[in-house]
């Protein structure tokens, strides 16, 4: 059974970084597309960055654009989210998630939760001083 699973998160303070992490097993990221989504208590869940398997185009939500850099490594069949300069409203459930589809040059009609298949467990950013 193909796996995703998220580390990475935890407590910071405004202004903060956290590298999130989302290394699968049982299948190869480096052919699949990955998105990272996040959800607030009592929101949506949001796409906040996708990175296609075809080129590595990306994608990454206003809200988070010149903060939050998503990057692939092959050779450890992960994808990380670097998130710097954190607010508080970045403070979510963040889920990584994947699709055989190579979802080129990602936007935000493609970069959603129902394009993406196999997904993570989750992993819990606060951001709180």
């Known amino acids: 059974q193909v796996q995703l699973v998220e580390s990475g998160g935890g407590l910071v303070q405004p202004g903060g970084s956290l590298r999130l992490s989302c290394a699968a097993s049982r299948f190869t990221l480096d052919y699949y597309a990955i998105g990272w989504f996040r959800q607030a208590p009592g929101k949506e869940r949001e796409g906040v960055s996708c990175i296609s398997s075809n080129d590595d185009s990306t994608y990454y939500a206003d809200s988070v654009k010149g903060r939050f850099t998503i990057s692939r490594d092959d050779a450890k069949n992960t994808v990380y989210l670097q998130m710097n300069s954190l607010k508080p409203e970045d403070a979510a459930v963040y889920y990584c998630?994947?699709?055989?589809?190579?979802?080129?040059?990602?936007?935000?009609?493609?970069?959603?939760?129902?394009?993406?298949?196999?997904w993570g467990q989750g992993t819990l950013v606060t951001v709180s001083s």
């Open positions: 998630a994947a699709t055989s589809y190579p979802l080129p040059s990602p936007s935000f009609t493609t970069c959603t939760p129902l394009n993406l298949e196999v």
